[in-house]
């Protein structure tokens, strides 16, 4: 599961938990069931305007089983485990370390690349295409399902379509052939700037 | 003034039974087909346009493109038409991963998960319950569900939720417009940007701004040049955009106002100039 896809996920969770027990608590602070004429099943917690949030009573019955400790200590150290492994992943790198790329007529030698010198040499491929002003590339996923994703500013003139399909046509189905791979996902981002490149610098701003 | 709104020419899906070099192409120029239909065998004379809007690939020539792609509606291409590069799937504007968001609500579960842990911790081998849980279990055994307390925080607890939920699923990232070619988006600023750059370069404008929204473009233009030029000027633009879903483009020419030239942008430099 992608990191997108976990933090999606408990933001589901907790969002439906806060919403059925705030709709708990509304509904029976509001008496709607009454109002309404829903009959509740039996045991349906707050149905009644008159009773506290959580009475004695109701205590005593959980507090009093055996497994009421066991679960009391576990379910907040499982929510505490999940929540330090949630920081700890996000300390993590995205992406490989190192790439393996294929030697033509090396046996048994394997050539590892470090994951920045890919981002750099397809890098310095993509600013060589006309009208790319400016790149960066990171690699990420795993290391047996290597994708890029490229952020590319375009110059003003160009041509979007034609840029991609240079893009995808010139550096990276390069970088997809010499590192040996079937596929190589690429996710582009394009921006554009105004300015021309024979423009100089930007003038100074005086106060 | 506005300029007429209708649909890029693109989003005019040719009907399957319409003859191929006929169809509407795809391609900015009006008679991206022409070259095709006339030399169709000519293998290297494919006009540029229909390489880069997606229809034709650069392998596909002659023959082939014209009766395999020329009708094919665009931005329905199948995945076997993308080159390996492309990653599987539809065309679909890029989804926030929601990190910071996360990181609060991971927070707020920390503490509470920690303190609720310390202190079942602390009963269960026999000594007191904190301070706080006390008072805590104390407020909930004596309120009752109609207290004002209660139903606040309940309906605040409910709108945290709604807002967490809406977040869970909606795909953020407004600021980018998804292209035909999968996994590839592009900058709002960025399009007004080149709009913006190729309205200043026509002949007679003054100035043009360009905002663009998430499903049209304005084009405020300032100047003497005719409207339909500028229109179809910054059409042609537009069109080069492979944008996947359907984008207008609203044109409002301002009138040309003499003015002097450096009263009002540089007001403090004329009074620091004037002879007092």
């Known amino acids: ?207 | 003034m506005n300029g007429p709104p209708p649909d890029r020419p693109q989003d005019g899906a040719p009907e399957p039974g319409a003859p191929g070099p006929g169809a509407p192409g795809p391609g900015p120029s009006e008679e991206p087909t022409e070259p095709i239909a006339l030399q169709p065998t000519e293998p290297v004379d494919i006009p540029p346009e229909l390489v880069a809007s997606g229809v034709v690939m650069p392998e596909l020539v002659g023959l082939e493109a014209e009766f395999g792609h020329a009708a094919a509606p665009p931005g329905e291409a199948g995945p076997e038409e993308w080159p390996p590069t492309v990653p599987p799937g539809h065309p679909h504007r890029p989804r926030a991963p929601r990190t910071a968001v996360t990181g609060a609500v991971v927070t707020c579960l920390l503490v509470l998960a920690g303190a609720a842990l310390y202190d079942a911790v602390a009963v269960a081998t026999g000594h007191a319950a904190r301070r706080w849980r006390a008072d805590f279990t104390d407020e909930l055994s004596t309120r009752h569900l109609d207290d004002p307390w209660v139903l606040g925080i309940a309906a605040g607890a409910v709108a945290v939720g709604l807002l967490l939920c809406w977040l869970a699923l909606a795909p953020g990232l407004r600021r980018w417009l998804a292209l035909r070619r999968p996994g590839a988006a592009i900058d709002r600023a960025g399009i007004a940007a080149l709009l913006a750059a190729r309205g200043q370069e026509i002949p007679g404008i003054e100035r043009c701004t360009v905002r663009a929204g998430r499903h049209k473009a304005v084009a405020t233009v300032t100047g003497s040049a005719e409207p339909a030029l500028v229109d179809r000027e910054l059409r042609e633009e537009l069109a080069k955009f492979p944008l996947a879903g359907p984008y207008r483009l609203d044109l409002r020419i301002q009138p040309l106002r003499p003015r002097p030239p450096e009263e009002r942008r540089h007001g403090h430099r004329r009074l620091a100039q004037e002879p007092r």
């Open chain 1, 1 to 207: 599961m992608s990191r997108s896809a976990v933090n999606r996920t408990i933001l589901l969770v907790v969002g439906i938990v806060l919403i059925g027990g705030g709709l708990l608590l509304l509904a029976g602070g509001f008496d709607l069931y009454d109002r309404l004429g829903i009959a509740v099943p039996d045991g349906w917690p707050l149905t009644s305007p008159d009773q506290p949030v959580l009475s004695e009573a109701s205590r005593a019955r959980w507090s009093g089983q055996d497994w009421w400790w066991p679960v009391a200590i576990a379910v907040p150290a499982l929510v505490v485990i999940g929540g330090l492994a949630w920081l700890w992943a996000q300390l993590r790198r995205v992406g490989p370390g190192t790439v393996t790329v294929p030697v033509p007529g090396g046996d048994g030698v394997a050539l590892r690349m470090r994951n920045s010198a890919l981002q750099d040499a397809v890098e310095g491929e993509v600013v060589e295409l006309p009208g790319v002003d400016k790149v960066t590339v990171r690699a990420t996923g795993g290391p047996h399902r290597l994708s890029l994703r490229a952020v590319v500013r375009l110059l003003p003139g160009t041509h979007p379509g034609e840029a991609l399909q240079s893009l995808d046509a010139g550096p990276l189905e390069n970088a997809r052939t010499s590192l040996g791979l079937a596929e190589l996902p690429t996710e582009i981002r394009l921006r554009a700037t105004a300015r021309r490149p024979g423009a100089g610098p930007k003038p100074p701003r005086v106060v």
